[in-house]
């Protein structure tokens, strides 16, 4: 860890790169010029309407503005999603991310699938996508989306799935659930980016590290106190 960065992110150091690790709840990296995003879970909205459970699509609408506005910050090349990009079969909410994505052809938007990434092949054909089927290596990252239980030496594992959360305790019985950056010695699980999301309370041991996100910034805590 190497410090605070400018937007309120937390600076993680990995083989003498720089992660950032962003209150947005993605990571960029300035040597790759690449955002890292997980669990997005769009159409997730439209998917529960379906289902007679009334959730406004605005939600989803928030998050590609999200996704806009650190576009515009960082400038990536390369936009990775770990996996749970879109949450179920197929619906209006596939086309509008499409359109979206359409807006910025000079990025490069990779899919490594998820287990909710069950779109037919067809949708995945566009040429707005690069679609990987297993676990893709990036120089000295490994880019899945469940967190890999064999980590080769000299790798580290960027995951997601878990959508990880933390649980801060104050005065008597305050208890509140945050989202965070959960990370091993060779290993990070990013929190998931998609607002309508759950969290999965982490269970922490003393070579974790956890890094918990308000609306102004990433905080690292202590997870042995």
Known sequence: MTGVDEEGGHVFEVFNRNLILLKEKAIYSPELGSLFISDPHFG????FRK???PIPEILHEEDLMRIKELIERYKPKDI???GDLFHSDLNESWFVLEEFSGLFAEINFHLVKGNHD???DACYRSSLWIIHEEPLVLENLILSHEPLSAIPEGK???CGHIHPGIALHGKGRQRLML???FAKPNQMVLPAFGRFTGLAS?????TDQAF??????VIPIDLMK
């Open 80 to 82: 990775y999603f770990l």
């Open 202 to 206: 982490m269970k922490c041991t003393k």
């Open 44 to 47: 997730k909205a439209a998917h």
């Open 212 to 217: 918990v996100i308000t609306d102004k910034n």
């Open 118 to 120: 069950i779109l037919s």
């Open 179 to 181: 989202p965070c950056f």
């Open 51 to 53: 289902a007679g459970i």
């Open 156 to 158: 580290f594992n960027l």
